[in-house]
């Protein structure tokens, strides 16, 4: 009735364990900057594109994704199969260590919590980023996804909530640190429908608070011929990859900010246009 375990499988999980903890793990570089390069060798992104691939290829391969069914799929299933497993795919092998992760079912954010304060509960992401500097957690991305059938309504109010995420991220990071203005910032990710827009909101030199859209693409979550559009919305996430690379780096070289007298003096943009 039930076979014998088999003795190779074994020793692959005992090669596993005993070198695990053993893993050479690059170490992120100080002082980066966004300077219109890749931070990375063209070996390293071929090695994450192909991770990338191999998740599109299980999507593909679902049957619960295709287009009789797209139209009876929720939010969190959207979400759990298909845009976490691809933002993880795009992370796979990185520079961050242990303390960085990827968190979902609408964690409250403690920078929203703190900007609100009084004890008042902060806003809840669908997804964040989320990196332990020092003892202190900092939210360096978040992302508002619809399902794949979006409404304008829909897009619009996730479009103004990920803008007001990403202003609590940034001011939670300047209490603590002395952050490079027009460089660093805090990524947005929306996914609306098929679409994925890539944000990202830095401080500039008149303590004004700017938010930029990157890269806007389409996410291919069922086969197409054309490669094109699988090309970029690959550059999209490595994009993505790249930014917060930097991003990670400029905090981590960042000095303490031992006052936040300065903070109260920035200015903030005004939400997104309705489009």
């Not at 300077?35 to 994450?48: Q, R, T, Y």
């Not at 049957?63 to 759990?80: C, D, K, L, Q, W």
């Not at 902060?122 to 900092?138: L, Q």
């Amino acid at each position: 009735m039930k076979p014998v375990p088999i003795p190779r499988i074994e020793d692959m999980c005992k090669r596993f364990v005993s070198n695990f903890l053993s893993e050479n793990l690059t170490s992120l570089p100080y002082d980066l900057s966004h300077a219109k390069d890749w931070k990375e060798g063209e070996d390293k992104l071929e090695e994450v594109t192909l991770k990338i691939l191999e998740t599109l290829r299980s999507v593909w391969r679902n049957p619960a994704f295709r287009s009789e069914f797209i139209s009876t799929m929720n939010e969190g299933t959207y979400v759990n199969n298909i845009i976490v497993p691809l933002i993880n795919a795009c992370l796979f092998n990185n520079h961050f260590g242990e303390s960085a992760f990827i968190t979902t079912f609408e964690r409250q954010s403690v920078a929203s919590a703190d900007r609100r304060g009084d004890g008042r509960v902060g806003r809840r992401p669908d997804i964040m980023f989320i990196s332990k500097e020092d003892d202190k957690f900092y939210e360096l991305m978040y992302a508002e996804c619809s399902r794949v059938i979006c409404t304008k309504q829909k897009e619009e109010d996730d479009d103004i909530k990920l803008w007001r995420e990403c202003n609590d991220g940034l001011y939670w990071a300047q209490k603590s640190r002395r952050l490079e203005k027009e460089q660093f910032g805090i990524i947005g990710i929306q996914v609306a429908g098929c679409k994925l827009t890539l944000n990202v909101l830095i401080r500039d030199e008149l303590e004004i608070h700017r938010y930029y859209k990157l890269h806007e693409t389409e996410i291919p979550i069922r086969y197409s011929n054309d490669p094109s559009i699988l090309a970029d919305f690959i550059y999209t996430l490595l994009l993505f990859r790249n930014t917060l690379i930097v991003n990670m780096s400029l905090l981590r070289s960042a000095h303490d900010r031992r006052s936040n007298r300065n903070l109260d003096s920035s200015t903030v943009t005004s939400p997104p246009p309705n489009s």
